[in-house]
């Protein structure tokens, strides 16, 4: 790895794809479960697998909280985790500064759905006195996918920062023009 791939004040490059493969495999793994799960929501398989708590994962997938909208939860899960992979494997390993585009569509994905999956985990014992392992476990994902995806997000931020304090256009910047990132370090 070289410096220019690591942003300033970092000791590491948070783009690199030690960083972000994990990731990746991650945001599959919830694409997989996430995609069982609607397909028991939108009745294709009649049975969903549960191990450890009886009924739960058919009191949680049949809840008014998971049919809140027109389309089932598990369905927007599985969209939004087939947004992370796709998102996380775009671009090379200086895309915090040469796409910082994508590095912060990358972040808005991985975060909501963290924040939004550990939501509906309160919801499984307050609302409903259940639990559904396989939501469970696509909630741990959200979680664990959370902290490395800020990280290269902060990263664009702050070359973002360091481009509006340079006076060069941010606008060009956050498109990743060529011209831009070689006048911003």
């Known amino acids: 790895m070289t410096a220019k791939n690591v ?3 970092w000791d590491y490059n948070p783009a690199a794809w030690s960083q972000r493969l994990p990731i990746i495999i991650l945001a599959i793994l919830g694409f997989g479960i996430a995609t069982y799960l ?3 929501q939108l009745e294709i398989f009649p049975t969903v697998w549960e191990p450890f708590f009886g009924d739960g994962s058919v009191t949680i997938l049949n809840s008014p909280i998971s049919h809140l909208l027109p389309i089932p939860d598990a369905a927007l899960g599985a969209f939004g985790y087939l947004l992370d992979a796709v998102t996380g494997a775009v671009g ?3 895309r915090w500064r040469s796409m910082p585009w994508i590095v912060i569509v990358f972040g808005l ?4 759905l963290g924040f939004v999956s550990v939501l509906l985990v309160v919801f ?3 609302l409903f006195d259940s ?5 469970l ?3 741990v994902i959200s979680v664990v996918m959370i902290g490395p995806a800020m990280d290269e997000m902060l990263a664009s931020l702050q070359y973002m ?4 304090d340079s006076d060069v256009s941010t606008w060009k910047a956050f498109w990743g023009l060529k011209s831009v990132n070689e006048k911003v370090k």
Request: with cysteine; proline share 14%; glycine share 10%.
């Open 124 to 126: 499984q014992p307050v």
């Open 92 to 94: 090379g390993t200086r």
């Open 161 to 164: 920062k360091r481009v509006k």
């Open 131 to 135: 639990w559904c392992t396989l939501c």
């Open 109 to 112: 994905a991985v975060g909501p």
């Open 7 to 9: 942003p300033p004040g």
């Open 38 to 40: 609607a397909l028991y």
């Open 137 to 139: 476990a696509s909630a």
